[in-house]
């Protein structure tokens, strides 16, 4: 079965602070993608990142990056300077590479940037 | 613009009544899906379907049920039969062809009263 495990249910920094956030997972396949979605008070879940499990290459864009370790099933996100916008829940999330879609979600950890 | 609709925002059941939650998408997706997010939990997956006139169960399909008559429409049913509906719902959607990632809607909250 698949899982994910976010173990920072809340984190809360000061406004500039780099956070990084962490995503450890379980899976018995050899092919599936790896995901981050950011929750906004909104509701809706803006998409991220995708990672192929083939892919251990590191990804950065603008503030953001991603490092993706497949020895230890990891897959942190890493905001440098952080802004009093980057406050959401943030999602990590596993499917399949095959078929459907079916998202297999962490429990979420609540980012707090004070200003 | 393209996108997902879900509608109503929130929505407040008796209990002991079904209720049906919208959500509809003109992004031309094959593949829909419907997750159910409680406080301090992830999303779970409920149903998902990837062609007109079929789906299938989700983590959690008991006391739900579906349709998908038409590509852009994937309601979702709230029965009587599930113990404990009061939950923020979240419809999604993405083409199998082309794989790309999941756009999701902007939830419905349902509370039961």
């Known amino acids: 079965a698949q899982k994910v495990t976010q173990a920072q249910t809340e984190i809360s920094v000061v406004e500039k602070e780099d956070v990084t956030l962490d995503c450890v997972y379980e899976?018995?396949?050899?092919?599936?993608?790896l995901f981050w979605y950011k929750q906004p008070p909104s509701g809706e879940l803006v998409f991220l990142i995708r990672?192929?499990?083939?892919?251990?290459q590191n990804e950065i864009s603008g503030r953001y990056s991603w490092n993706f370790q497949k020895s230890t099933s990891s897959f942190n996100f890493t905001i440098t300077a952080s802004q009093v916008v980057d406050s959401a829940v943030y999602f990590c999330?596993?499917?399949?590479?095959?078929?459907?879609?079916?998202?297999?979600f962490g429990q979420g950890t609540r980012l707090t940037i004070n200003p | 613009d393209g996108g997902i609709t879900q509608s109503p925002k929130y929505l407040f059941r008796k209990e002991g009544q079904n209720v049906t939650l919208s959500c509809e998408q003109n992004?031309?997706?094959?593949?829909m899906y419907w997750y159910r997010q409680d406080p301090g939990q992830g999303l779970r997956l409920i149903y998902y379907?990837?062609?007109?006139?079929?789906?299938q169960k989700g983590d959690i399909a008991e006391g739900y049920s579906v349709s998908r008559e038409k590509k852009e429409s994937f309601p979702l049913t709230v029965t009587s039969a599930q113990k404990n509906p009061t939950a923020f719902y979240l419809c999604?959607?993405?083409?199998?062809?082309?794989?790309?990632?999941?756009?999701f809607g902007q939830g419905t909250r349902l509370t039961v009263v």
């Open positions: 999330a596993l499917s399949e590479a095959r078929g459907a879609q079916k998202l297999v």
């Open positions: 899976t018995r396949d050899t092919t599936y993608y």
């Open positions: 990672r192929n499990s083939f892919d251990e």
């Open positions: 992004l031309n997706h094959d593949a």
């Open positions: 379907s990837q062609i007109v006139n079929d789906f």
């Open positions: 999604a959607s993405n083409s199998d062809r082309t794989n790309t990632e999941a756009f």
